[in-house]
């Protein structure tokens, strides 16, 4: 999944591809990270996994050689995959072996990413809820007040089954 060892100019879409190769899962999160430092640019939410790729178009995000992409399956909450890693580039530099299969796909979408990877970050681009009905029942989950009640409660149970054992 996505690059492999590839350069990405600031300035310019890429294409990231993928296989669909594990069942019952119909869409990921595309996250973008960087070993050398904290926190995660959130690329794109609910990506069906059927379309093999997306175009992401690169806008001040820090050069370095240390990006990779995370593909996390929404449904579960688990790792789907891990690109390869690969190097973002300043704008004023050129790439030398950037692959001609990173070329856009006229047919799919372009999300732009901005910025430093940090824990504040939001999404670029949200797709609509799919076909999975647990998809559809996270997305109704995204505001704010409902997912405190959800996680409040979740910590209230926690707890509670700790303070029954000691």
């Given at each position: ?34 070993i050398g430092s904290s926190g995660l640019l959130f690329v794109s939410r609910e990506v ?118 000691l």
């Amino acid at each position: 999944m996505g690059p492999s060892g590839d350069q990405w100019p600031q300035g310019q879409a890429h294409s990231t591809t993928w296989k669909h190769a594990v069942d019952n899962i119909d869409v990921v999160d595309v996250e973008l990270a960087r070993i050398g430092s904290s926190g995660l640019l959130f690329v794109s939410r609910e990506v069906p996994t059927s379309w093999g790729s997306l175009n992401i178009y690169l806008d001040s995000v820090p050069p370095g050689d240390d990006y990779y992409f995370v593909f996390l399956n929404v449904t579960h909450g688990g790792v789907y995959s891990i690109s390869e890693r690969f190097t973002i580039l300043d704008s004023s530099s050129t790439s030398a072996n950037s692959s001609a299969q990173l070329a856009p796909d006229a047919s799919k979408p372009t999300v732009t990413v901005t910025g430093a990877p940090g824990p504040l970050q939001t999404w670029g681009t949200t797709f609509g809820p799919q076909a999975a009905g647990a998809v559809a029942l996270w997305s109704g989950l995204a505001d704010g007040r409902t997912t405190m009640v959800i996680a409040s409660a979740l910590v209230s149970a926690a707890l509670g089954g700790v303070m029954l054992v000691l």
